[in-house]
């Protein structure tokens, strides 16, 4: 779910305008995970650009105070959400942790980083979501550790629907900034990419793990 349609056309168009997000329809890109993909999205170039990241900052902000409501601590997923998660807390001026995504192997072996209570409230914060598994799991591990976690925002989605299914099982609340299909539109509004791409795109998304 997305915050409001004016922040996810606003938020596509400064993603789309630092190259944070790259469309190549004929010249896909290949994910960690081996899948070809006509679309990169890349978050952490947006620490680059000071008003773009207050902007994700404070509307980030904002998702979380009308969604959820204040949240006794932010967690940040590790390790692409740490650094926007600590300017998210740093807005709403409260106390910031990290989850890793399994626990270290020395020193302390924590999964979780920072100072939690049992039973604080919590939101956590997400640069981006695919099938959600990683951001899953770091709900999974703060419940463990006996947080009531709220719900998640993130900077962007792409909306698949093994993700949605994922969340709705994990019972986990997500309002996201963006996501793909106002992406989409706002690539053809300003001529990032052309209409006969299009049918490329959307038939990724539909069946990502196929498409060639």
């Not at 309002?175 to 793909?180: G, H, R, V």
Request: aromatic share 8%; charged share 25%.
């Amino acid at each position: 779910m997305i915050l409001d349609k004016n922040t996810a056309k606003k938020t596509a168009e400064l993603l789309l305008q630092i190259k944070a997000i790259k469309l190549q329809p004929n010249d896909p890109f290949t994910w960690a995970s081996g899948l070809k993909s006509p679309i990169y999205c890349d978050n952490r170039i947006t620490l680059s650009y000071i008003s773009i990241r207050n902007f994700l900052r404070q509307n980030l902000a904002k998702a979380i105070e009308e969604k959820y409501g204040k949240p006794d601590v932010i967690a940040g997923v590790a390790t692409g959400a740490i650094a926007i998660g600590v300017l998210v807390a740093e807005e709403l001026g409260l106390p910031f942790i990290y989850v890793r995504p399994e626990a270290k192997k020395h020193g302390r072996q924590n999964q979780i980083e920072g100072h939690l209570e049992k039973g604080q409230n919590v939101v956590i914060v997400e640069d981006l979501i695919s099938t959600g598994m990683s951001s899953l799991n770091a709900v999974e591990a703060l419940r463990n550790a006996d947080a009531n976690v709220k719900g998640m925002v993130a900077i962007f989605s792409y909306g698949f629907e093994k993700a949605i299914q994922n969340f709705k099982n994990a019972n986990v609340d997500l309002t996201c900034l963006s996501d793909y299909e106002n992406l989409i539109n706002q690539a053809i509004d300003t001529k990032y990419i052309e209409e006969e791409d299009l049918e490329t795109l959307i038939k990724w998304r539909l069946n990502p793990s196929k498409w060639n």
